[in-house]
């Protein structure tokens, strides 16, 4: 069976964690990196479990734009995710994603977490 292209992977770990499965795991080399505004991670365990907690959040998402080059998927996505009061939060993400022999082998992923954190106060008011 021939290798999924870059962009094939993408889509199929973008699908499972819209989905709420796990089959973005498998879609994981063994030493995949993470770097994000929050966190950091190398090494599939460890990237799955820093990841496992904001992808079972994920409620929906938009794809905007995807620009494919070489081995690197840029994506600008909107994605929902479950807030503290049982509402859904927006949050807007660039991510770089390096795709190695059909596997994710580095995610970088940017947002403004003082966007984040001033949704996430004022949805704890509204619940108030």
Not at 22 to 31: A, C, G, H
Request: hydrophobic share 40%; aromatic share 8%.
């Amino acid at each position: 069976m021939p290798e999924q292209t870059p962009d094939q992977v993408f889509d199929a770990f973008r699908h499972s964690t819209l989905v709420g499965d796990d089959r973005w795991q498998q879609l994981l080399t063994e030493k995949v990196t993470f770097i994000g505004p929050l966190s950091v991670a190398t090494g599939r365990a460890q990237f799955i479990e820093n990841r496992a907690p904001f992808y079972a959040s994920v409620r929906g998402g938009e794809l905007h734009r995807r620009v494919v080059d070489g081995h690197t998927v840029i994506t600008q996505v909107t994605v929902r995710i479950a807030a503290p009061g049982g509402g859904e939060l927006p949050l807007d993400i660039c991510e770089w994603y390096k795709i190695r022999d059909g596997k994710v082998a580095a995610l970088q992923v940017y947002y403004d977490t003082a966007a984040l954190r001033t949704q996430m106060e004022a949805e704890r008011r509204h619940e108030s």
